[in-house]
Antibody, heavy 120, light 110 residues
Framework: QVQLQESGPGLVKPSQTLSLTCTVS??????????WSWIRQPAGKGLEWIGR???????NYNPSLKSRVTISVDTSKNQFSLKLSSVTAADTAVYYC????????????WGQGTLVTVSS | EIVLTQSPGTLSLSPGERATLSCRAS???????LAWYQQKPGQAPRLLIY???SRATGIPDRFSGSGSGTDFTLTISRLEPEDFAVYYC???????????FGPGTKVDIK
């Protein structure tokens, strides 16, 4: 079955760009009609949807983050990526990737999550 | 933007008891666009209910969802030990596309 795995630096300096990759295994990222999303969760807090990319490449972003977010897909590597610019301590969170972002929600699979800390 | 409020913040119950969790929206939400998730420590959330009342694949029938408009409920009929977790509601707004989550309800062992 399809599995997702996040990867990227666990520590990012303030004002820099956070870059994460989600590698899809067990299936092709470009087959079927799927959304691929990023969601984050600060420690001990709730969930925040960051954005999604469709199989076609079209994107939607949370308006609260839109000016700083880019989500892209690399079909040759079976990956999709998140870039979040001008980070601050408020961006410290566990970041999840998920095959989802449909009107009915986020079914499995999700990645296990990766902690990104913003600190100098 | 629609804001979701969940109550109570924490629910302390014993195994075998019934749990009733509330999710209230600041504006009317289409039932088709209301979902519930379970999250255990160190794990990603798991979709339990979508469309306000439909169980996701593999979800036991002790989990049920109901409600419409601005008031939605997740009910766990008889708590099993593995049900002690945090539960989130989530809604989808289509113009522009936006997913928002409630703050969560923690169900812990009494």
């Amino acid at each position: 079955q399809v599995q997702l795995q996040e990867s990227g630096p666990g520590l990012v300096k303030p004002s820099q760009t956070l870059s994460l990759t989600c590698t899809v295994s067990g299936g092709s990222i470009s087959s079927g009609s799927y959304y691929w999303s990023w969601i984050r969760q600060p420690a001990g807090k709730g969930l925040e949807w960051i954005g999604r990319i469709y199989t076609s490449g079209s994107t939607n972003y949370n308006p609260s983050l839109k000016s700083r977010v880019t989500i892209s897909v690399d079909t040759s590597k079976n990956q999709f990526s998140l870039k979040l610019s001008s980070v601050t301590a408020a961006d410290t969170a566990v970041y999840y990737c998920a095959r989802g972002g449909y009107s009915y929600g986020f079914p499995p699979p999700w990645g296990q999550g990766t902690l990104v800390t913003v600190s100098s | 933007e629609i804001v979701l409020t969940q109550s109570p913040g924490t629910l302390s119950l014993s195994p075998g008891e019934r749990a009733t969790l509330s999710c209230r929206a600041s504006q009317s939400v289409s039932s088709s666009y209301l979902a519930w998730y379970q999250q255990k420590p160190g794990q990603a959330p798991r979709l339990l209910i979508y469309g306000a009342s439909s169980r996701a694949t593999g979800i036991p029938d002790r989990f049920s969802g109901s409600g419409s408009g601005t008031d939605f409920t997740l009910t766990i009929s008889r708590l099993e030990p593995e049900d002690f977790a945090v539960y989130y509601c989530q809604q989808y707004g289509s113009s522009p596309p936006l997913f928002t989550f409630g703050p969560g309800t923690k169900v812990d062992i009494k």
